[in-house]
């Protein structure tokens, strides 16, 4: 049995169809709070044996059988969410309890860090344990995922109790189905996709940094079902433990971006550029890409779709049909 908090959100499902179609698992339990009143949607198409409430888990873990793993995405992933009271609940509290029930009964943990913990990327985006102490998160949401990672690595340096395998994956910018719910955290590409149809054109931030011209900020883009791919590595590779990157390893535009999903959709690129938004002013990263030379070295040798394949999937196979859910 796996067990996947955040289990409807996008990254859970996809996990969970990872599961469901390329391993030919069923034996899941999804675990969420569904408070979007779509997003019951991104579990249609999946078979899985259970789904549980987040504050019923704890009771069910010792009912539930042989756990394989659990796979905790469960999280407050807004950047923009200012109570630090329900990060420190959702995305630390809530953590720390999994851990230890994972390390008591020795099953492998496999949860979502995030690569908002690097900031600005002033000291870059390379995943050694070594350098975590000198990362500064712009956002209360990026911090709370820094402190459960500095938290998970001093439970691992002062030998404390420990699962027998441990591994949190910062994730770089994740695209593709089952996002809808997110609303203004879905991807730039969702974006793009919904204003193209409704406008015919498309906003992108203008570049309040020197260095940047408008629409020119990178990011690592990652098409979900390379990210879930990832993750399914671990689970078949117990032996290594860590923080690992999840991105591509290279940075790309949002112009770029912008402009694949226009030509999936078969029109002229036409962009516009809009002020930044108050409340993402000095929290806004302009440059990430993930080192994934530590990733490579677990043996994961796939490689990674292009930005211009998985926007062309995401859009043709899933926002343009009729039923858009994976």
């Not at 391993?23 to 019951?40: F, N, T």
């Not at 390390?103 to 913990?117: C, H, I, W």
């Not at 985006?125 to 690595?153: C, H, M, T």
């Not at 002013?281 to 994961?300: H, V």
Request: proline letters at 4%; aromatic letters at 14%.
């Amino acid at each position: 049995m796996i067990v996947i908090t955040g289990g409807a959100g996008m990254i859970g499902s996809m996990m969970a169809w990872h599961l469901n179609t390329v391993l030919q698992r069923d034996d899941i339990v999804i675990v969420d709070r569904i408070a979007h009143p779509e997003q019951w949607q991104n579990l249609c198409h999946r078979r899985y044996a259970n789904y549980l409430d987040k504050d019923e888990l704890l009771t069910w873990l010792p009912k539930i059988g042989k756990i394989d793993a659990i796979i905790h995405m469960g999280a407050i992933s807004a950047t923009t969410e200012r109570d630090f009271n329900k990060l420190v609940q959702d995305n630390i509290r809530y953590s720390q309890l999994l851990w230890t029930w994972c390390a008591e009964n020795e099953v492998p943990f496999l949860y979502a860090s995030s690569a908002a913990t690097y900031g600005g990327g002033e000291f870059g985006y390379d995943d050694e344990e070594s350098a975590i102490d000198q990362l500064r998160p712009l956002n209360g949401y990026g911090y709370s995922k820094q402190f459960f990672d500095q938290w998970v690595l001093r439970q691992s340096s002062e030998g404390l109790a420990t699962p027998p395998q441990w591994c949190g994956f910062k994730f770089f910018n994740v695209y593709g189905p089952n996002e809808y719910h997110k609303e203004r955290m879905a991807s730039v590409a969702f974006h793009t996709f919904n204003q193209v149809r409704e406008q015919g054109n498309v906003k992108l931030f203008k570049s309040h940094k020197p260095g940047f011209e408008d629409g020119m900020q990178l990011r690592d883009f990652i098409y979900v079902k390379d990210a879930v791919a990832v993750m399914a590595h671990f689970l078949e590779q117990p032996q290594h433990s860590g923080l690992f990157n999840i991105g591509t390893g290279e940075a790309r535009a949002f112009r770029d971006l912008a402009s694949a999903v226009m030509i999936s959709m078969g029109r002229e690129p036409s962009i516009e550029y809009i002020d930044m938004p108050q409340d993402l002013m000095g929290k806004y990263q302009y440059f990430t890409q993930a080192n994934i030379s530590k990733l490579r070295n677990t043996g994961y040798t796939a490689p990674f779709q292009t930005l211009e394949q998985g926007v062309q999937d995401y859009v043709q196979q899933y926002l343009m049909q009729t039923d858009p859910y994976c």
